[in-house]
């Protein structure tokens, strides 16, 4: 599983954020004009999806356990809840206390 988004082009061309899956996490990298940030979660410390919708565009928000939440901005409503989808679908798969 190795999907990835990007955020619209049209509200900030120059930086898109995106949202890259693999088989044990998700990246998230969040663009700056000058530098930005990637960020890197297992499946298993992710405790919670958000999305914030706006008239046109929304923004994601993750919590993951014991960090920051991370916020990741201007993707499609379609994007977003895909995204969404996707972390929710894989978070109880790698979670070890649903598995005893």
Known sequence: ???KF???SFKDPLNPDEVEFNDKGVTFRARKLI???DNFVFYSD???VEIDNGLFFST????PRARPEIVIKNFSKGDARR???LILQNVP???SDLLR
Do not use: D, L
């Not at 994601?60 to 919590?63: A, C, K």
């Open 6 to 8: 990007r955020s619209s």
């Open 60 to 63: 994601i928000r993750v919590i």
């Open 1 to 3: 599983m190795a999907e």
């Open 46 to 48: 992710i405790s919670g």
């Open 83 to 85: 995204i969404k989808e």
């Open 93 to 95: 798969n790698h979670r």
């Open 35 to 37: 530098g930005g940030t």
